[in-house]
T-cell receptor
Framework: AQSVTQPDIHITVSEGASLELRCNYS??????LFWYVQSPGQGLQLLLK??????LVQGIKGFEAEFKRSQSSFNLRKPSVHWSDAAEYFC???????????FGKGTTLSVSS | NAGVTQTPKFRILKIGQSMTLQCTQD?????MYWYRQDPGMGLKLIYY???????DKGEVPNGYNVSRSTTEDFPLRLELAAPSQTSVYFC????????????FGDGTRLSIL
């Protein structure tokens, strides 16, 4: 069965430090990969997406993610975290044969000063 | 451009009551989705639609119904509300299927008491 795993439920990072949020998926076919961010009381906003081509993709707000087919991973990174980045982050995966995305359970990011 | 609009934003229901959560999009997207979000569980797909007149069940459809009479609107109906349906409900749309980003509304926070 298709699944998406975000191993870290909650991460705390100091402001200015680097960030990496992990995402792994199962299923053999080539996936479509997305990262979304959700601020409290808000809907989900798309950060970045990967369909094909260069495996390192750039998104909004200074985020980037790298697709590693051999590891079935699509980890989200940011070199220097800002307090406003505190939010919940969701990885989502789609497959050509499917009709809807599958979301991970999310990682809550806290930023300490 | 309004995007995806959900109403109401908040609602309290009594057990056994029914209600309709409204969702409309102005992007002429073919695909529309309803999710529920519970703490620590990510987003679970309730129903989706690939176009006007076509709907299908997602992962957690029991207790819900949908219709899609127009491209713009995708209402979700709760019949005989139960405490287990207390959740935050999100509507989303995408131009096509899993290879397209989904655009989310701001959600409806529903409590069943």
């Amino acid at each position: 069965a298709q699944s998406v795993t975000q191993p870290d439920i909650h991460i705390t990072v100091s402001e200015g430090a680097s960030l990496e949020l992990r995402c792994n998926y199962s299923y053999g076919a080539t996936p479509y990969l997305f990262w979304y961010v959700q601020s409290p009381g808000q809907g989900l906003q798309l950060l970045l997406k990967y369909f094909s081509g260069d495996t390192l993709v750039q998104g909004i707000k200074g985020f980037e993610a790298e697709f590693k087919r051999s590891q079935s991973s699509f980890n989200l990174r940011k070199p220097s975290v800002h307090w406003s980045d505190a939010a919940e982050y969701f990885c989502a995966v789609g497959w050509q044969a499917g009709t809807a995305l599958i979301f991970g359970k999310g990682t809550t990011l806290s930023v300490s000063s | 451009n309004a995007g995806v609009t959900q109403t109401p934003k908040f609602r309290i229901l009594k057990i056994g009551q029914s209600m309709t959560l409204q969702c409309t999009q102005d992007m002429n997207h073919n695909y529309m989705y309803w999710y529920r979000q519970d703490p620590g569980m990510g987003l679970k797909l309730i129903y989706y639609s690939v176009g006007a007149g076509i709907t299908d069940k997602g992962e957690v459809p029991n207790g819900y119904n949908v219709s899609r009479s127009t491209t713009e609107d995708f209402p979700l109906r709760l019949e005989l509300a139960a405490p287990s349906q207390t959740s935050v409900y999100f509507c989303a749309s995408s131009l096509q299927g899993p290879n397209q980003p989904q655009h989310f509304g701001d959600g409806t926070r529903l409590s069943i008491l």
